[in-house]
Structure formats: C-alpha cells, structure tokens
C-alpha cells in the first residue's frame, strides 16, 4: 500500500525557494497565508501533495 503525505501548507522545503521566500514574513506572504486561510475554513480547497504546491 502507498500513502501520499498531503498538507494543507507547503513544507519548508517547498517553501524555501519559492516565489514567497523573502526571508522574513512580508505583507505578501500574510495576504497568502489569509487567503489560503479562509479557503481552507469554508471548505474551498484540500490539502495538497509536495507536486501540487
């Protein structure tokens, strides 16, 4: 049997690297994390594989 490891937010090693990692915590990066937020809270998205992030 196979598993697949979901997250509702990207692993660091997906983080690091991206379009969002800035170093620090900007605006940005908290108007995503919001948004990301209030999808998940009214049931507007699912966790996601390491490929999908």
């Not at 990207?10 to 908290?30: M, Q, R, Y």
């Amino acid at each position: 049997n196979q598993t697949k490891d979901l997250s509702w937010w990207p692993k660091v090693n997906t983080w690091e690297g991206s379009g969002l990692d800035f170093g620090c915590w900007t605006p940005l990066c908290e108007r995503w994390f919001r948004g990301r937020l209030k999808k998940i809270q009214e049931g507007g998205t699912q966790p996601y594989s390491t490929k999908q992030w």
